[in-house]
């Protein structure tokens, strides 16, 4: 495995502006969606930002927790795929094939993150919205599950480019939507296999944590708590 | 007992038994109708998901399983009437089960066909079904054995075969009796069903061996049928999904449901094609008996899956419980426990209530119960996922309804049908011995 990629999120530096959910649409061709079918939980967010509340209005304080899939090492959504759909592939990203995939859900209920998304009805984008899509990603048909891909597209392009440029790939080639566009700098995205990356040193931190570690998933995202 | 069937002269069995395969009434057709109409609604709901998307359900994240999936559960489970009380019947030589066995094992035919028509509905992609037979495909690659889908799968495919040949086999010697005399289509159906059948020592002997072998195995296929349902929830890694205790519990609950319908099935039996003589209070009171054993056995795995769960007072765990006891779903679960409980306990348990009528109403009531019962082990779990802030509810819509109605529609006709071609109590099965006609 030449490449093992990961991703580590500052709680301390998210602001919640949420940056991160409109760049993932704009890279990743997300459909969008009309306030009634948010109001019903048909949103379709790679990343969104789970909100959770301290305290009683008005003295009340709010968290945010930006959460993506995680990428596990031991995810429960592959083994339950009928078809192969989801996967494990070399660089120990999950993968989702969206041609095999025939929408059985048993993924979407068996991640304990809740961060796969289905395609209810057919995508649709209101102009000119439409005229923006993304060549290199594919457009979801409707009745497939989809999810966050670390955007592998990215990571493809990097590596031709380095090919290209007869180079190693360095630490930072490889930026997802979500990480390039956060103002606050919290996101950080690299090579865990390379114990110089940056993502490697901060997943040492001792403020690093993983989201229900302790369900043996082996999540490749990691936390860091507030200070 | 004075009542019992096997007392009758087998001249007025054979009459009596057959007279309702050749008489279509006015309130049959007008049944045939409803049905029809109400299956052909389902369908059209069905075509309108196929067009626009899964999202005309309730469907959403995280409730990703709704009442496509209870039924699903449900009917299997229904089918557990016909294999597992006619193959216990049958094994352990009950003889009062004889005018019992095939009411209930079509039952378990037509409930299989219905119940595993579900997945495919349930599907995103439905018309993509078959890349989940247990099959491989142009190239050779087997699809993922891994997946409790797959199980499930390979385990129903196994069960509505293994029920259709043991619904088929005792069929054979009243097909041939029936080819006798008859109108020519009937005759030309009814011949070659019975293949050949003449009645000779040998194909007695051979149908009792393949029979009793049938009884076997279709025993053993039905309890593994329902716990690998079972274990599509208990495989999954969601709070109050992943438990042991699920797939005996599955199955207890399947064989429950399953009697109950089965006495639904022989009260209209009886009522509308007149069987009076042959189904008699004395097999209502025997199965009144089971339903109220096996609604004790329920009500114990019941006791023990929520109990421990409450106790051990895991935090993930104990808000799937208060969504099923306290909040949003209360009214389900507290529906189901009186239901499925109470109520049989009641009218099955004071020998002076456990009449026809008594075991009637409680069928009915474990029915509706055991619906209620798979409804709340699916969606409060998933409405309640791990990540609090990913919680929400469901709300079937009208096109989840309008299928669930279909199927009970398909039910009704397919049975319909069944008793108008075949007779529904066994005949041969009361045939003398050839030594006792001498």
């Known amino acids: 495995m030449e490449h093992r990629w990961g991703m580590a999120i500052d709680l301390d530096r998210c602001t919640g502006c949420e940056a991160c959910v409109v760049a993932c649409h704009a890279e990743n061709n997300l459909p969008i969606s009309t306030p009634e079918q948010a109001a019903q939980g048909r949103t379709t967010h790679w990343i969104r930002i789970d909100r959770y509340y301290e305290g009683e209005f008005p003295d009340i304080k709010v968290r945010y927790m930006p959460v993506l899939c995680q990428h596990c090492d031991n995810a429960p959504c592959e083994p339950v795929c009928p078809t192969y759909a989801t996967y494990h592939n070399q660089e120990g990203l999950n993968v989702q094939v969206y041609n095999r995939c025939v929408g059985t859900f048993y993924c979407a209920n068996n991640c304990p993150y809740t961060v796969r998304y289905f395609n209810w009805f057919a995508p649709e984008w209101p102009e000119p919205l439409a005229l923006q899509h993304n060549p290199d990603v594919a457009v979801r048909p409707a009745g497939v599950m989809e999810k966050c891909t670390f955007c592998i597209q990215r990571i493809k392009r990097a590596k031709q480019d380095s090919a290209a440029e007869a180079r190693p790939l360095a630490d930072g080639d490889v930026q997802p939507a979500c990480v390039q566009s956060c103002p606050a700098e919290a996101m950080v995205f690299g090579d865990l296999n390379d114990p110089a990356s940056k993502v490697s040193r901060l997943a040492q931190d001792g403020r690093a944590t993983r989201l229900l570690e302790e369900l043996g998933t082996k999540p490749k995202v990691f936390y860091l708590r507030k200070g | ?438």
Not at chain 2, 278 to 297: G, N, P, Q
Not at chain 2, 423 to 431: D, G, H, Q, S, T
Request: proline share 6%; glycine share 6%.
């Open chain 2, 1 to 438: 007992m004075p009542s019992a069937p096997e007392l009758l002269p087998y001249q007025r069995i054979r009459e009596d038994l057959f007279r309702p395969l050749s008489r279509v009434s006015g309130r049959y057709l007008l049944a045939t109708l409803i049905a029809f109409i109400v299956g052909a609604g389902g369908l059209a709901a069905w075509g309108l998901q196929l067009r626009r998307g899964m999202g005309v359900t309730g469907l959403q994240r995280p409730v990703f399983w709704g009442i496509y999936i209870v039924d699903f559960v449900f009917w299997i489970g229904i089918s557990h009437a016909g294999t597992l009380i006619s193959a216990i019947l049958r094994l352990t030589g009950a003889a009062w089960r004889k005018p019992v066995t095939r009411a209930a094992e079509a039952i378990t035919v037509f409930a299989l066909m219905i119940g595993g028509m579900f997945p495919i509905i349930h599907l995103g992609r439905a018309w993509l079904f078959y890349w989940l037979l247990p099959y491989p495909n142009s190239r050779l690659l087997w699809p993922n054995f891994r997946s409790p889908l797959l199980w499930d799968l390979t385990a129903i495919v196994t069960y509505v075969t293994g029920s259709i040949i043991y619904l088929y086999l005792p069929l054979i010697p009243d097909l041939a009796q029936l080819a006798e005399h008859n109108t020519p289509w009937r005759k030309r159906l009814y011949r070659t069903l019975s293949l050949g059948w003449t009645g000779s020592d040998r194909e007695w002997h051979a149908l009792e061996r393949a029979m009793k072998l049938m009884a076997c195995i279709i025993l053993a296929v039905a309890v593994s049928v329902h716990t690998v349902v079972a274990w599509d929830f208990a495989m999954a890694l969601a709070p109050m999904w992943h438990s042991t205790i699920f797939g005996p519990y599955f199955v207890t609950g399947a064989i429950f449901s399953g009697i109950a319908a089965l006495v639904l099935a022989m009260v209209i039996i009886r009522k509308v094609l007149g069987l009076e003589a042959y189904l008699t209070r004395h097999h209502f009171d025997r199965l009144a008996k089971l339903l109220l054993l096996m609604s004790l056995l329920w009500f114990y795995f019941t006791i023990a899956e929520n109990l421990t769960v409450w106790y051990g007072n895991e935090p993930k765990e104990m808000a799937v419980f208060g969504a099923r006891t306290r909040a949003h779903y209360a009214p389900y679960f507290w529906i189901m426990m009186f239901l499925n409980f109470v109520v049989p306990f009641v009218l099955l348990g004071i020998r002076r209530l456990r009449t026809i009528t008594g075991a009637t109403v409680a069928s009915v009531s474990v029915l509706v119960g055991m619906w209620l019962e798979r409804f709340v082990i699916v969606v409060p779990t998933l409405a309640n996922p791990r990540l609090p802030a990913a919680s929400s509810f469901y709300t079937p819509t009208w096109v989840e309804a309008a299928i669930t109605a279909a199927t009970f529609a398909a039910m009704a006709m397919l049975y319909m049908i069944f008793a108008k071609l075949f007779p529904i109590i066994a005949v041969w099965e009361f045939k003398p011995h050839p030594q006792e006609e001498e």
